[in-house]
């Protein structure tokens, strides 16, 4: 997984923790919060936008703004947004390559068990992601950093 998407669900919790009175938060600020390179986060957050989860309002004091509150944004709208709805194992059948080939036993005619494998466990995956909110790990993570949301905005408002 790319780390755009550690990138993204870290942009979105900050967004809330700075407000939604708040002007739009530039992709240079966000960027020099977490010391970023600009022009790559500009990418993912531009994944965000067509996703839905963030808005992006153009010129000099434009900047990023969530589109929708974290209860309303899972992680898996997260994934998604950057990774894409592909999904992440791609069976290319080596089975079929080599001594598989030519085999006559039927075996290459089922399902790839290992492709089904995975794919279930994917499938788990993506549905713990889809479980779990933005407002869930904000949450979680205020509760391992009591203050956390006030530290991040004092941090902003220095900066």
């Not at 240079?28 to 963030?54: D, M, W």
């Not at 969530?66 to 994934?79: F, G, S, W």
Request: hydrophobic residues 40%.
């Amino acid at each position: 997984m790319n780390e755009g998407v550690e990138w993204g669900a870290h942009i979105c919790l900050l967004l809330d923790w700075l407000g939604e009175d708040r002007q739009p938060v530039s992709t240079t600020r966000l960027a020099a919060h977490f010391e970023l390179p600009p022009p790559y986060l500009n990418k993912q957050l531009q994944s965000l936008v067509r996703a839905g989860i963030a808005t992006s309002t153009p010129g000099a004091r434009g900047g990023f703004r969530l589109a929708r509150p974290l209860e309303k944004i899972t992680m898996m709208d997260v994934v998604a947004a950057i990774e894409g709805p592909e999904p992440a194992f791609q069976c290319t059948e080596i089975r079929r390559r080599g001594a598989g080939r030519d085999s006559a036993d039927g075996a290459s005619d089922v399902p790839c068990a290992v492709s089904s494998a995975m794919r279930r466990g994917e499938l788990a995956w993506r549905r713990a992601l889809a479980e779990q909110t933005l407002a869930d790990v904000k949450a979680e993570a205020e509760a391992n950093a009591p203050g956390l949301g006030t530290k991040l905005r004092a941090w902003h408002d220095r900066n």
